[in-house]
């Protein structure tokens, strides 16, 4: 069981699920249990992101947990589950008990058919249910799809036609989805860097990333959508530039530099003839290169959107640790830290602290040397102990390629006595971490 109070929360879920059976809407027998669990999960979401009840293959887990004997001690929250194929309960961060209220009212309504959708469609907008499916798509066919979507709505850019709105809407639910129920895994694809669809995974890196960063700033969930939209539209203004300039070797000329600074209203241009998509899509969409110091372009004076720094910080980093033309990338541990010397100048502080935070010490896809000399790449962040993350080890002490990578948790027993040295550059080992990841997500 988890070290926060997974048995209470469990007992006072269950405890509300029962209720809900027998009395009415708002009666005390179903107000009190519900209270109780609101109580337990917003102490709980205090020191974390998010909170998990799954079903796994008739198992019952708390957070990454196994729960022993849960057919005795939980049966309603087993029987619920199960019943209405839902696979995953995510209470996320921000959770107010109005919301915690409302679903157990839609429980009792009798009508559990389209449960994901009437949360949305209510307004809450803190607790996610995910549903089992044969089909289930993983994240890695999630991170592709939102590539072509990418793609496809630049092809359609360049056609001279306007993009639709529904498949990027889509889509962005699909990472908001998988950034609060896998987060490490989202946070490790973001290290694909495919160099000849630099464009448009960097556009899916950003997005991720983006809704990540929204999320630990406790936005309302509509807000998280819009910043995900407008960060994976963020660059769609380049179609409007040569693709001689966008991939030019070496130094752009005065006139060239020019060019690529008008893609941020080419942009905004293009998204205001969007049906469907918000006004702010198309502001975040103007000022992500806007810097903090008002420095950046377009040039102006005038105050931008507080969310527009969420955009900028997040298309930094990922470009930071992207090969370029023009650049040898910056492992994520390197990219923080020059990141962090603009604070104040091109990055709002506060943002940034979050951002860094977020990532933690060693962020997910840093490789790391241990003091045994072991070589592993950094899958999980542990928010308890940042200094001690789940690595997938892949060179042993000696050097050799470990024939088949393990995972090591440096806060675990079997990781306890071994700490992280340095970080390690993955092109000095001929480690290419865009198809580790790809792997490990399948």
Not at 42 to 53: A, C, F, G, N, Q
Not at 173 to 181: G, H, K, P, T
Request: aromatic content about 6%; proline content about 5%.
């Amino acid at each position: 069981m988890s070290a926060i109070d997974g048995d209470s929360i469990l007992k006072s879920v269950n405890a509300a699920l029962k209720s809900r059976k027998l009395y009415p809407p708002g009666h005390p027998a179903i107000s009190t249990p519900v209270k109780k669990s609101f109580e337990l999960i917003s102490s709980s979401l205090r020191t974390k992101e998010s909170i998990v009840i799954g079903l796994v293959e008739e198992a019952l887990v708390f957070e990454e947990s196994p729960v022993a004997d849960s057919e005795r001690l939980y049966p309603e929250i087993r029987e619920f589950m199960a019943g209405n194929n839902v696979e995953t309960m995510v209470f996320a961060r921000g959770l107010v008990e109005s919301e915690l209220t409302g679903l157990f009212e839609l429980l009792a309504s009798g009508n559990p058919g389209g449960l994901a959708k009437e949360l949305k469609s209510k307004g809450i907008s803190h607790i996610k249910l995910s549903t089992i499916s044969k089909g289930k798509r993983n994240v890695l066919e999630v991170y592709n799809d939102a590539v072509e979507v990418v793609k496809g709505a630049m092809d359609e850019v360049r056609l001279g036609k306007i993009p639709r709105a529904e498949a990027v809407h889509n889509v962005v639910d699909e990472i908001a989805d998988s950034v609060l129920s896998d987060p490490n895994a989202m946070a490790g694809l973001t290290m694909i860097k495919n160099y000849d669809n630099y464009l448009f995974n960097h556009s899916v890196n950003v997005s991720i990333t983006s809704v990540s960063l929204a999320r630990a700033m406790n936005l309302a969930e509509e807000d998280v959508h819009a910043v995900g939209v407008a960060a994976i539209l963020h660059d769609i203004g380049k179609t409007g530039v040569s693709e001689k300039i966008i991939r030019k070797p070496g130094g752009l000329s005065s006139d060239e530099w020019e060019k690529i600074k008008e893609h941020p209203l080419l942009g905004s241009d293009i998204i205001k003839r969007m049906e469907g998509v918000l006004g702010l899509v198309e502001r975040l969409v103007y000022e992500h290169h806007i810097k903090y110091d008002h420095s950046g372009y377009p040039a102006t004076r005038e105050n931008t959107h507080p969310y527009s720094q969420i955009l900028t910080i997040c298309d930094a980093y990922d470009a930071l640790t992207t090969l370029r033309v023009y650049q040898k990338p910056h492992n994520p541990v390197e990219a923080i830290k020059i990141m962090t010397n603009f604070s104040g100048r091109y990055f709002e502080p506060e943002v940034l602290k979050t951002f860094t935070n977020m990532l933690g010490i060693y962020p997910v896809g840093t490789m790391v040397r241990l003091s045994t000399n072991e070589i592993g790449i950094v899958t999980k962040i542990n928010s308890e102990a940042p200094e001690s993350p789940t690595l997938k080890m892949v060179y042993d002490a000696e050097g050799s390629t470990v024939d088949t990578p393990f995972e090591l948790d440096l806060a675990g027993d079997e990781g306890r006595d071994k700490t992280i040295v340095a970080t390690v550059n993955p092109a000095a080992v001929n480690v290419d971490l865009s198809s580790f990841f790809e792997k490990e997500s399948i």
